[in-house]
T-cell receptor
Framework: GAVVSQHPSRVICKSGTSVKIECRSLDFQATTMFWYRQFPKQSLMLMATSNEGSKATYEQGVEKDKFLINHASLTLSTLTVTSAHPEDSSFYIC??????????FGPGTRLTVT | AQTVTQSQPEMSVQEAETVTLSCTYDTSESDYYLFWYKQPPSRQMILVIRQEAYKQQNATENRFSVNFQKAAKSFSLKISDSQLGDAAMYFCAYRSPTGTASKLTFGTGTRLQVTL
């Protein structure tokens, strides 16, 4: 058990457009989900904490108007990168927390902005 | 704020041998969780092992075990009988007890190579 999916796995978009990434916990309910960004050969950087039914909590330095997070249900959180630019190209990973403490990670989404 | 340090950017081990990956952390909390995650080339993060700070006994999972030294704030991972499939990035992570501060703090990672 404890499977987390992400869709899409890869996306290419043009500069100035928006792209949505979905994160789903398939076999458990997750009141809390997390969004990370990972640059090549680097560690995971937490972007925001997503709580079902409430506003996301963003880490310092992360633009909340650019990275919109919605946690509409106990199994789905979405990250929308608005007005994407080439510097937003990265690998985005979500995780879902299963009580009491385990985080299970999705397979990641590679975003390329041209 | 908590910090996690992995001082070995890369390690290499021969197949069937044993290797130890180092991790130190800094915290003022007395209760917390520590994790080792594996990230293979597929980039899927996989939980390897978990240690609760209140437990003195070191966690073990098959070929993986930890050496948890709470006073020294050290949490090393030992991989025994290394296999080619163990080649990956390994991240040490810290987590506060369940609550609002439940996010993971990751170290910078150690790339493990397994040679024949």
């Amino acid at each position: 058990g404890a499977v987390v999916s992400q869709h899409p796995s890869r996306v290419i978009c043009k500069s100035g457009t928006s792209v949505k990434i979905e994160c789903r916990s398939l076999d458990f309910q997750a009141t809390t989900m997390f969004w990370y960004r990972q640059f090549p050969k680097q560690s995971l950087m937490l972007m925001a904490t997503s709580n079902e039914g409430s506003k996301a909590t963003y880490e310092q330095g992360v633009e909340k108007d650019k990275f919109l997070i919605n946690h509409a249900s106990l199994t789905l959180s979405t990250l929308t990168v608005t007005s994407a630019h080439p510097e937003d190209s990265s690998f985005y990973i979500c995780s879902a927390q299963r009580v009491p403490y385990e985080q299970y990670f999705g397979p990641g989404t590679r975003l390329t902005v041209t | 704020a908590q910090t996690v340090t992995q001082s070995q950017p890369e390690m290499s081990v021969q197949e069937a041998e044993t290797v130890t990956l180092s991790c130190t952390y800094d915290t003022s909390e007395s209760d917390y969780y520590l994790f080792w995650y594996k990230q293979p080339p597929s980039r899927q993060m996989i939980l390897v092992i978990r240690q609760e700070a209140y437990k003195q006994q070191n966690a073990t999972e098959n070929r993986f075990s930890v050496n948890f030294q709470k006073a020294a704030k050290s949490f090393s991972l030992k991989i025994s009988d290394s296999q080619l499939g163990d080649a990956a990035m390994y991240f040490c992570a810290y987590r506060s007890p369940t609550g609002t501060a439940s996010k993971l703090t990751f170290g910078t990672g150690t790339r493990l190579q397994v040679t024949l």
